[in-house]
């Protein structure tokens, strides 16, 4: 039976999510609106979920005080030279659907729904480079959680191409790793799988954008990324193996 879109959509928009920083260093940001498609695929998170090219619309919008993206929608509350600190609510994307898996073991188990995540995001810009950091917490209720993020980039400029090479990790509470990737007493007497917990776990990642102007009002950019999950993440029967990789490109027209 084919995929449906919805299915195919999920792990892609995960990927883009993570990436979405990413994209937006390579990318001049300036004020206004912005709108076009992405297209890529994701080997995704999930054990039997399969590969599957993807394209869908993007917009983002940047202003003085306020912004939004695919993958955030927030506010500044603090600007200085270098400086950004900023309140954004952001979709956890990752969402777990009995009905799009194959395996038989694994569609016993319970639907994981995705969240909504709250918190602050802190950005320096010097010479040497950037560094982000966040920390985010599920407000959803789906077990509350907390997850923690610190990147570094370094953009560098050849000819018409913007190269944005990053690096980071990933800190993932128990909390929000167990309503993703744990599987309780009931799931497993049912399914087969053995009971599993999660702690708490710190995911590295090392992507790479390249950007370039096409014409006065459209710019594409392509991602290159891999994250390599953390024990917890990988020991769990629900994951399809100790990392996930994505690859997209982005075109994009502003207004």
């Known amino acids: 039976m084919p995929s449906s879109p919805s299915a195919i959509l999920r792990p892609m928009l995960f990927s883009a999510v993570l990436s979405m920083?990413?994209?937006?260093?390579?990318?001049?940001?300036?004020?206004?609106?912005?709108?076009?498609?992405?297209?890529?695929?994701?080997?995704?998170?999930?054990?039997h979920y399969d590969v599957k090219p993807l394209v869908v619309p993007a917009l983002s919008w940047q202003g003085e005080r306020f912004f939004a993206s695919p993958g955030s929608l927030g506010m500044y509350l603090y600007k200085a030279e270098g400086l950004r600190l900023s309140a954004a609510l952001t979709p956890y994307t990752l969402r777990f659907k009995t009905d799009d898996v194959n395996d038989p073991q694994l569609r016993r188990l319970h639907s994981r729904q995705m969240s909504a995540m709250g918190g602050v995001n802190a950005e320096y810009s010097a010479d040497w480079g950037i560094v982000e950091a966040?920390?985010?917490?599920?407000?959803?209720?789906?077990?509350?959680?907390?997850e923690s993020s610190l990147y570094y980039s370094y953009p560098l400029q050849a000819g018409r191409f913007t190269w944005v090479p990053r690096a980071g990790v990933v800190h993932s509470s128990a909390r929000l790793l167990d309503y993703y990737y744990g599987i309780s007493d009931e799931e497993a007497l049912r399914s087969g799988l053995a009971a599993y917990s999660p702690g708490s776990a710190t995911s590295p990642s090392v992507q790479i954008a390249v950007s370039t102007p096409l014409g006065s009002r459209w710019r594409a950019t392509g991602v290159v990324a891999n994250q390599w999950f953390?024990?917890?993440?990988?020991?769990?029967?629900?994951?399809?193996?100790?990392?996930?990789?994505s690859a997209f490109i982005s075109l994009m027209r502003s207004f």
């Open 134 to 146: 966040s920390v985010m917490r599920e407000i959803s209720g789906h077990g509350g959680g907390l």
């Open 21 to 47: 920083p990413l994209l937006a260093q390579a990318a001049e940001q300036t004020p206004g609106v912005k709108a076009g498609i992405t297209v890529g695929a994701t080997s995704g998170a999930y054990a």
């Open 230 to 245: 953390g024990d917890a993440v990988k020991d769990s029967p629900m994951a399809r193996r100790g990392s996930q990789t």
